[in-house]
């Protein structure tokens, strides 16, 4: 048997703007993310198909789409956005 392995980007919450968490934690059935909160920690985001994240950019905020983009260029399956991991200096913060 074969275990499926898939790989996660782990970036602090502060690389995403505070209305961008909002939306995270509201977000309805039809958000074009697959996307699970992490208590009050942060989320667990899939990262979609290249294609897939171009046809719902304008849907995103450009602070997440652009998190998605280095997950994809990652080539990792998953993005997790915590409050307590340290911020990354090639990603903007944002003060909430």
């Known amino acids: ?3 499926e ?3 996660m980007l782990v970036l602090s919450t502060a690389h ?3 209305n961008t968490a ?3 934690e509201e977000h309805e059935d039809n958000f074009p993310l697959v996307v ?3 208590g009050a920690y942060g989320f667990w985001i899939c990262v979609p198909d290249p294609e897939d994240l171009a046809a719902c950019a304008p849907e995103l905020p450009s602070c ?3 998190i998605l983009q280095v997950a994809i260029r990652q080539g990792v399956q998953w993005v997790m956005l915590d409050r307590d991991v340290e ?3 090639s990603l903007p ?3 909430w």
């Open 1 to 3: 048997m074969t275990y």
């Open 5 to 7: 392995i898939q790989s």
């Open 16 to 18: 995403i703007q505070k």
């Open 22 to 24: 909002k939306l995270l």
């Open 36 to 38: 699970y909160e992490k």
């Open 64 to 66: 997440l789409f652009s």
């Open 87 to 89: 911020t990354v200096i």
């Open 93 to 95: 913060t944002y003060s």
